[in-house]
């Protein structure tokens, strides 16, 4: 058990309250330049569908026709250089979520996936610890989404989003997780730096209720879909990432090595480093706080910022859609914004 988590046990002893401290004052920020990069700035927007896509790895007829696709030259990994593996995404959403679409050209898709590591140090489902295997004869996708649309230039930018990998392991391997998925890695936070809630809390094998984890831990949830499928020259991948699975997070104040040494001047540190009062019920549920949070369909004219990027296990490429600072997670983001739905699109979508 990772002592880090919260953990309370199941001995009929009542539920106690957890006290966290919230930081003081908001701390006044230095200016700072905007990091820039290939396609910096670059915005795609998803437009609202009352029949999202199936996730199947199926391009059916009429099934993306009304997303654009993320615009601009992607380019290699720390560099200015466009890519020479032509990948094009697509995103659209509807009342229960978004959905992503990669076609990525490939010469030989590989998968060095092997079982998921889903709640593996929680101990709770016993899974097999067997991560993506980065680098080498690998290929896998990436979305990083901030639907807290933290400002690029803010201190510790880079740190602030979930981090959603997969691998096409059901074409290269015809393998999945325990939900049916392409083989997914999920974090949140930059290398799983901040905890995130459990929802609804889990119960591992030793009794003991798991209310926050740390971000590597973290799932999303049971809901999240993907699947992959071969196509002449290369491989498509769906994705379906439900709302409910952004359920906030926050930097465990204790994690300061995680950051660089200006988190004093973070002003998401200021607010959220440490909880405020946590009232924990005998029945579980808590009072969630921090950022990152999404509640349901995002208002439309919402932005996010997110990235794209992935990794060609055939040519060793690392490409990004935004940005040539060197890291798929390192700031700065393109901006996606959720389209137009009027009031009929959303009764007929929430019919379907």
């Not at 974090?187 to 459990?198: D, L, M, R, W, Y």
């Not at 906030?248 to 090595?257: I, K, Q, V, W």
């Amino acid at each position: 058990m990772d002592s880090n988590n919260i953990v309370l046990k199941r001995k009929g002893t009542k539920m106690k309250k957890m006290y966290l401290f919230l930081l003081a004052a908001a701390l006044c920020l230095p200016q700072l330049g905007l990091a820039q990069g290939t396609n910096s700035g670059a915005s795609v927007t998803a437009p609202f569908v009352a029949t999202p896509p199936v996730i199947d790895g199926k391009i059916t007829a009429g099934e993306w026709d009304a997303a654009q696709a993320a615009p601009g030259t992607w380019s290699a990994h720390d560099s200015a250089t466009a890519s020479t593996v032509n990948t094009v995404v697509k995103a659209v959403y509807s009342v229960d979520g978004v959905y992503f679409l990669f076609d990525c050209d490939d010469a030989g898709v590989q998968s060095g996936a092997t079982n998921s590591e889903y709640y593996h140090s929680l101990n709770i489902d016993g899974a097999i610890l067997n991560p993506f295997t980065f680098g080498g004869a690998t290929d896998y996708l990436a979305v990083y989404v901030d639907p807290a649309n933290y400002a690029d230039n803010l201190p510790n930018s880079s740190a602030y989003s979930y981090s959603l990998q997969f691998e096409p392991s059901m074409t290269a391997k015809n393998q999945k997780d325990h939900l049916g998925n392409s083989f997914s890695y999920t974090e949140v936070g930059q290398a799983g730096s901040f905890k995130a809630p459990a929802n609804p809390p889990l119960e591992d094998k030793e009794g003991n209720l798991i209310y926050w984890m740390n971000g590597v831990e973290w799932q999303g949830s049971d809901n999240l879909k993907a699947a992959d499928a071969a196509r002449s020259g290369g491989y498509v991948m769906e994705l379906f990432f439900p709302w409910e699975m952004f359920t906030g997070y926050y930097r465990n104040f204790l994690d300061a090595d995680y950051l660089p040494a200006d988190s004093a001047n973070d002003p998401f540190q200021a607010a959220f480093g440490a909880l405020r009062n946590v009232e924990m019920a005998d029945d579980g549920t808590e009072a969630v706080v921090g950022s990152g949070l999404v509640t349901g369909m995002p208002k439309p004219g919402t932005t996010w910022k997110v990235q794209f990027a992935r990794y060609d296990g055939t040519t060793g490429q690392y490409v990004n859609w935004v940005g040539d600072t060197g890291g798929f997670v390192s700031r700065p983001f393109g901006n996606l914004t959720f389209g137009p739905a009027s009031g009929t699109d959303v009764r007929n979508a929430m019919m379907y």
